[in-house]
T-cell receptor, first 114, second 115 residues
Framework: DVKVTQSSRYLVKRTGEKVFLECVQDMDHENMFWYRQDPGLGLRLIYF???????EKGDIPEGYSVSREKKERFSLILESASTNQTSMYLC?????????????FGQGTRLTVV | DQQVKQNSPSLSVQEGRISILNCDYT??????FLWYKKYPAEGPTFLIS?????DKNEDGRFTVFLNKSAKHLSLHIVPSQPGDSAVYFC??????????????FGAGTILRVKS
């Protein structure tokens, strides 16, 4: 059974804190993604990575950074958390190849910044 | 600039009837399209996909239709069941490896199936 695991289901952090969201996949997928989901806006891509140490900005990278030191792990970092980063964060992975492929999602992390 | 648009925020359907969810896209580089279903407090789960070389793909109660000339796709659920009540997201990607198979999502449509 394929699995994408996010380290926390719920997090509450203070404004200005540095926040780490961790994601691990066990499918040997090349691609990994971080999205945030907000009502009425759907899933917006923050960053994605198609190889170890490679990263590409998505549509809303401001205020975030990522790290991919190992193929199975993709971390999202909020450098200085702000209240407008309160959201549901979703990690996903997929294989890299021509023709496209489905992405598998983790269960999500509900982050509240106070 | 939204590249994938789901213009109906919500849809309400009677149990046993057909549900039709619509999606439009603007990027002509997209050649692979997917539908995901999401329950509250869970990650999205893959439902069905279609490649741009096809115009229809069927899987049980779920059928996706693609109209490339109109840049439009739709998901049909027949018959609709109360357990289908969820948020449905349309997604698209450019299949070329150099794009990393990045998935772009629409805003979602909340489907409510009434019993």
């Amino acid at each position: 059974d394929v699995k994408v695991t996010q380290s926390s289901r719920y997090l509450v952090k203070r404004t200005g804190e540095k926040v780490f969201l961790e994601c691990v996949q066990d499918m040997d997928h090349e691609n990994m993604f971080w999205y945030r989901q907000d009502p009425g806006l759907g899933l917006r891509l923050i960053y994605f990575s198609y190889d170890v140490k490679m990263k590409e900005k998505g549509d809303i990278p401001e205020g975030y950074s990522v790290s991919r030191e190992k193929k199975e792990r993709f971390s999202l970092i909020l450098e200085s958390a702000s209240t407008n980063q309160t959201s549901m964060y979703l990690c996903a992975s997929s294989i890299l190849g021509p023709g496209g492929s489905e992405a598998f999602f983790g269960q999500g992390t509900r982050l509240t910044v106070v | 600039d939204q590249q994938v648009k789901q213009n109906s925020p919500s849809l309400s359907v009677q149990e046993g009837r057909i549900s039709i969810l619509n999606c439009d896209y603007t990027n002509s580089m997209f050649d692979y399209f997917l539908w995901y279903k999401k329950y509250p407090a869970e990650g999205p789960t893959f439902l069905i996909s279609i490649s741009s070389i096809k115009d229809k793909n069927e899987d049980g109660r779920f059928t996706v239709f693609l109209n490339k000339s109109a840049k439009h796709l739709s998901l049909h659920i027949v018959p609709s069941q109360p357990g289908d009540s969820a948020v449905y997201f349309c997604a698209a990607s450019a299949g070329q490896v150099e794009y990393g198979n990045k998935l772009v999502f629409g805003a979602g449509t909340i489907l409510r199936v009434k019993s």
